[in-house]
């Protein structure tokens, strides 16, 4: 089994890829990836030795490019991690999340149409459903909701869902679609909330909270999503899509303080700022499909996974502050310089 991996210096990708190369070690596994700002070839130097493994830097858009993997390494399967994921910066600059997110998802997919392949599955979000009220607790993200987005980021991956669900009615393709919920671990880049608070905390700076800290995120722990993609790619059904998430529902002010008090550190740190334009309230996924189908069930607790993830962060301090001390000082500037 060959697997092509894109997106997999990235957060997801790259456990994507640990996971695969441990649990299959007779599978062949292929890193496509652009290396942006969020891609770090350093998260892949365990197993850059490893002859199961392959790393090919290249854009998602780049047909040429992408034709010539298919070509030498004939995959069975493809799947797709390469985005541009952050809210953020989709809300200062949509073009380039439009380019990847859409015509990248488009490209490999005409890859796939062209040399024939067992499985393409487009890792996607929940965040494509829109949002929920917060003082509605009884309702939940199903497959059947309807797609409803806020950002230029949400959009963009709706859109490329919408193609991939379109590709699989039209030319035949066997597709699957994963929409899962905010994902923490290891290697997720600083930029996100949780990384971001913990660095911020390590180094007694301000916690930028947007807004009153009360909209609700669903996290799940990176290896549980991992699995699940695993799961579908092997035994989902195709032209199917599948909801992951692990009913782990807090605000952002509880986890900031969460992470203040395994740290040691005051809440006097928090800092509320501008609340983010358009800012979804709450994202609750109902992972029934998945369950019953699949048997699929989150196994680390958020408790333990926060811990996991903050001892990996303390004894990985190189990685992360490699990258906070490079270009992404002029973002954090942009971004939060003077956000009040
Ligand atoms: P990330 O930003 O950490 O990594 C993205 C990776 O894609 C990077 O390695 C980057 O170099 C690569 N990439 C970007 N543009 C590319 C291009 N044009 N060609 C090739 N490679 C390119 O993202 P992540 O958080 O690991 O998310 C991975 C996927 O999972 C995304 O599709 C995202 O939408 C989805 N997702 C993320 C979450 C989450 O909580 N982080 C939740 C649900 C779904
Ligand atoms: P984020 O990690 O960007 O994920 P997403 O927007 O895809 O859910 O943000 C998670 C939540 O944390 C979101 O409600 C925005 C909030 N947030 C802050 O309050 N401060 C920050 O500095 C960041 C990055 C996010």
């Known amino acids: 089994m060959t697997i092509i991996v894109t997106g997999g210096a990235g957060f997801i990708g790259s ?3 640990f996971h695969m190369l441990n649990k299959y070690p007779d599978y062949r596994i292929i890193c496509l990836d652009k290396l942006t700002y969020a891609g770090n070839l350093s998260t892949l130097k365990t197993v850059m030795d490893n002859p199961n493994f392959r790393f090919v830097k290249a854009d998602i ?3 040429e490019a992408v034709n010539k993997l298919f070509e030498e390494e004939k995959p069975d399967m493809v799947v797709n991690f390469a985005a541009e994921s952050h809210v953020d910066r989709s809300i200062e600059d949509p073009e380039v ?14 890859a796939c149409r062209k040399y024939g392949i067992k499985r393409y599955h487009q890792v996607s979000t ?36 919408l193609l991939v669900l379109a590709y699989h009615r039209t030319y035949n393709l066997p597709v699957s679609v994963s929409r899962c919920s905010n994902n923490y671990g290891p290697y997720h880049f600083p930029e996100k909330l949780i ?10 700076k301000p916690l930028p909270v947007y807004g009153k800290g009360e909209n609700i995120r669903d996290w799940l722990y990176v290896e549980d999503h991992c699995r699940a993609i695993d799961l579908i790619i092997h035994n989902g059904k195709v032209g199917e899509v599948y909801n992951v998430g692990g009913h782990n529902e807090m605000s952002n002010i509880e986890i900031v303080k969460l992470i203040l008090k395994e740290l040691g550190k005051p809440e006097s740190l928090i800092t509320f700022v501008a609340d983010r334009k358009g800012h979804d309230l709450r994202y609750a996924i109902d992972p029934a499909k998945i369950s019953r189908e699949l048997g699929w069930l989150p196994e680390t607790k958020f408790c333990d996974g926060l811990k996991k993830t903050i001892k990996w962060y ?9 990258i906070i001390s490079g270009e992404y000082k002029d973002y954090y500037a942009k971004m939060y310089g003077d956000r009040k």
């Not at 999340?97 to 005409?110: Q, S, V």
């Not at 199903?142 to 987005?149: A, G, Q, R």
């Not at 303390?314 to 992360?320: A, G, I, P, T």
């Open 195 to 204: 990384p971001l608070m913990i660095a911020n905390a390590l180094a007694d």
């Open 15 to 17: 456990n994507f890829v």
């Open 97 to 110: 999340f439009l380019r990847t997110n859409i015509l990248g998802t488009a490209t490999l997919m005409d």
């Open 61 to 63: 858009c780049d047909r």
């Open 314 to 322: 303390l004894e990985n301090r190189e990685w992360w502050q490699e």
């Open 126 to 161: 929940d965040e494509v459903y829109g949002d929920l009220p917060i003082d509605r607790p009884d309702m939940f993200f199903t497959e059947e909701t309807p797609i409803k987005t806020s950002s230029p980021y949400s959009s963009s991956k709706a859109g490329a869902d």
